[in-house]
């Protein structure tokens, strides 16, 4: 089962009004930058107004709305309303690692709270499913800030008697399952278990799915520490390495890259948008350049 960080209702409404006032670049750029497409159909049929944003199509704007707030409103299309965003979470062991102060966990929890609060800005349903040697959590995107505050306090919880392994694999042929129409998919994870491409492409001939990949400074970057032990987290088995050798910390450096850069033309090819974001990184800078850049998505 999961065990929650010892936060009361009360301060899980403070921190979401925070990160609130944080998405709103975010929401902006997700609703106007590479996946403006989803979020603006072609259909016509009205289906209420919101406030104006700015970079919004100015031909949307509801003129009568706006006279009578006296500040502009645009209209919001079926389409526009009815774009499901859904993550699927690693939390898995090897998601509690890391080097710079948070850990992968706790870097995928804040990257799904800013988007989950990016959506509901978007008026856009929200649903999850969180994993690691099960499925742990999941539940079908729903619109509402009663939704949004059930996804941040899963979000906010940590470790308890997690199951090793990972059902990555799972949880994407799950996710499929789950969603009844075109969406737009969060995977979050290290990636670090082979098989997951077939189901990723399955889910992405109906999605479109971004794989964001949690890394950290020391998956490419061994400190001269000598012989060192590290303890595999998910078998619970030691190795001594050798960090003093150049060599091998060359060695170490390369096979990452080696690895990132097969696991970047997986995502292409089975149909997905690969984006790295590391622990040392701001990721709401990092996700409103991905947004905002068509190229960095391009398949």
């Not at 990160?19 to 975010?26: E, I, S």
């Not at 509690?96 to 929890?109: V, Y």
Request: proline share 4%.
């Amino acid at each position: 089962m999961k065990e929650s960080f010892p936060i009361s209702r009360e301060s899980l409404v403070r921190r979401a009004a925070v990160l609130r006032l944080t998405t709103r670049t975010l929401a902006e750029s997700m609703r106007n930058g590479s996946f403006r497409s989803l979020y603006r159909g072609q259909g016509i049929e009205i289906n209420g107004v919101r406030e104006y944003f700015p970079g919004d199509d100015i031909r949307t704007i509801d003129w009568n709305v706006t006279a009578r707030m006296d500040k502009p409103f645009v209209k919001l299309f079926e389409e526009e309303q009815e774009l499901p965003v859904f993550f699927v979470i690693d939390r898995s062991f090897s998601m509690n690692t890391g080097s710079s102060g948070r850990s992968r966990l706790a870097l995928a929890g804040e990257i799904g709270a800013l988007l989950t609060l990016a959506a509901e800005q978007n008026t856009s349903p929200v649903g999850a499913v969180f994993f690691d040697g099960k499925i742990g959590f999941s539940c079908a995107p729903k619109r509402g800030r009663e939704q949004s505050m059930l996804l941040l306090t899963r979000f906010e919880e940590i470790s308890g008697d997690s199951i090793p392994g990972s059902v990555l694999q799972k949880a994407l042929a799950g996710a499929g399952r789950l969603l009844r129409s075109r969406s737009l998919i969060f995977v979050i994870s290290d990636f670090r278990i082979a098989g997951w491409q077939l189901p990723f492409g399955r889910l992405a001939e109906k999605n479109d799915v971004v794989a964001i990949r949690i890394a950290d400074p020391q998956d490419e970057y061994l400190p001269d520490g000598g012989s060192v032990s590290f303890t595999d987290i998910e078998t619970d088995k030691t190795f001594l390495l050798p960090t003093s050798s150049a060599a091998f910390r060359a060695a170490w450096h390369n096979d990452n890259r080696s690895r990132l850069e097969k696991w970047k033309k997986d995502c292409l090819s089975h149909s997905g948008y690969p984006l790295v974001i590391s622990t040392e990184e701001d990721p709401v800078a990092v996700l409103t350049r991905f947004f905002m850049h068509r190229e960095h998505i391009q398949v």
